[in-house]
């Protein structure tokens, strides 16, 4: 189906009225639709796609051997090959890092990160609202508090204007998470960590390969935070690597993870052991991370012309808010496509409904992260004893009076979310996409 001329100013007129013609007929025809086709699928009509998305994680036949190998052997912890330190070292080339570390999982890459820059109680971190319960979590086991800065609705990201008003005598870091796969803004973020003195830990979990003035994201920061769950660019079921610059740091995230054994600088010099956990990435895990790298650039570049295309077909209709990328952005990573929908363009239909029709046209959607903040965890971790042992009660009070942020309770109403798989198909696949977006707007008297 091909919608491309329905113009933007068939949309405004459409919607303003003020071209006489067009606005007697009111709505444009879904364009080349016939009757039946241009029928909404929720009201019996054909939807615009039956067939399936790409599906996700991918692989051949070369990635078996590698694994098949690792089983055989027997070695299957990192102490006895070198499959986990060949991955860690093919990620740091790949990313322009100096070193990497892999983990079990990011949030074990995040908690690893916290530890190791001294994060702990009695501390404050600054971090988005608008993300996945992880990013909460590990501040939370951290005993650190979470401090939110309310979200950039027009980005999905940390709004670096509200960032300032949240530091107090408490903070110790930021950690901006480039959510959705779409970057921060790390000129922004890193000028106000120097003005106060703060360190930077980059959630950089949906965001592998993604850049920021060339540079790529989790580089930036004092340290950069992968996953490589089973949803993820970069696929291995469950993983995560801590990514620096800094030879000392990155010996003391060795070391943490490895039970505290001594590495690099890191040293035992009294004879006790060292503070640490065990976090190691297994071997068959890692032979699985060599072999889904190789596919990581080509499927960033698809992702990204078709996320192009896709904000050229939608940006024009009414009611559709393509996100937006700060100017510093040289790449997304579009772990996920994101957009809003304004529901008076749509004969107030709620967002729920247009989700409901947008997937039965066969484009799956959701609406994403709700106000996280304002669950029950809050409330839980408020009262728990490292909170309540580790902070004056006033400061706890206030916490909770500044639990107040209605930009991403506003982001949290009106967004749509897409999946990467769908990104990753043919242009005529993502034009699919536009098209039922289309193909609503135009019925959308029939949707209240
Ligand atoms: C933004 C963000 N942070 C942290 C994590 C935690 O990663 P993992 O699931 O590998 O523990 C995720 C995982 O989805 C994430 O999306």
């Not at 990620?91 to 890459?109: D, S, W």
């Not at 001294?118 to 404050?124: H, L, M, N, P």
């Amino acid at each position: 189906m091909n919608s491309n001329n329905l113009t933007r100013r068939k949309f405004l007129a459409a919607t303003t009225g003020t071209i006489a013609s067009v606005a007697a007929s009111r709505v444009p025809v879904f364009a080349n639709a016939g009757k039946e086709a241009g029928k909404l699928a929720i009201h019996g009509g054909k939807p615009v796609r039956a067939k399936a998305w790409p599906a996700w994680p991918q692989w051949d036949k070369s990635a078996e051997e590698p694994v098949l190998a690792i089983l055989r052997s027997g070695n299957w912890y990192r102490g006895q090959g070198n499959t986990v330190t060949q991955f860690e070292k093919a990620y740091a080339e790949l990313l322009g890092a100096k070193r990497c570390v892999c983990t079990v999982n990011g949030t074990n890459a995040l908690l690893t990160a916290l530890h190791v820059l001294d994060i702990g109680v009695g501390d404050e971190v600054i971090v988005s609202p608008y993300t996945f319960i992880a990013t909460y979590n590990v501040v939370i086991g951290s005993s650190a508090l979470p401090v939110f800065a309310d979200t950039d609705p027009e980005t999905f990201q940390i709004n670096p204007d509200k960032i300032e008003e949240r530091i107090t005598e408490r903070t110790k870091a930021i950690l901006p998470v480039h959510i959705l796969g779409l970057p921060a803004n790390m000129d922004r973020i890193m000028a106000i960590a120097k003005k106060h003195n703060l360190v930077v830990i980059e959630d950089a979990c949906q965001a592998w390969m993604a850049e920021w003035r060339g540079r790529k994201i989790g580089t930036i920061g004092n340290l950069g935070c992968f996953s490589f769950q089973n949803s993820k660019h970069l696929p291995i079921g469950e993983g995560g690597a801590v990514i620096g610059n800094d030879d000392e740091l990155m010996d003391r995230v060795m070391s943490f993870h490895n039970c505290g054994r001594p590495y690099g600088s890191v040293k035992r010099t009294s004879g006790y052991p060292i503070i640490g956990t065990n976090r190691r990435m297994t071997e068959y895990q890692a032979a699985i991370g060599l072999s889904q790298i190789k596919r990581l650039e080509k499927d960033t570049q698809r992702r990204n012309e078709n996320a192009e295309y896709l904000t050229s077909r939608i940006k024009d209709i009414p009611g559709i808010i393509p996100h937006k990328l700060y100017e510093g952005v040289t790449r997304a990573a579009y772990h996920l496509y994101p957009f809003r929908y304004k529901k008076e363009h749509f004969n107030n239909a709620p967002r729920s409904k247009f989700l409901a029709t947008l997937s039965a046209e066969g484009v799956p959607c959701s609406g994403g992260y709700g106000p996280q903040y304002r669950d029950g965890l809050i409330e839980d971790f408020l009262n728990s004893k490292n909170f309540t042992r580790g902070f004056p009660k006033a400061r706890l009070d206030k916490y909770r009076q500044e639990l107040n942020y209605p930009d991403n309770d506003q982001l949290c109403e009106e967004a749509v979310w897409l999946t990467q798989n769908m990104l990753l198909g043919s242009r005529g696949d993502t034009g699919d996409i536009a098209d039922a977006i289309l193909k609503i707007y135009e019925n959308r008297d029939k949707l209240a």
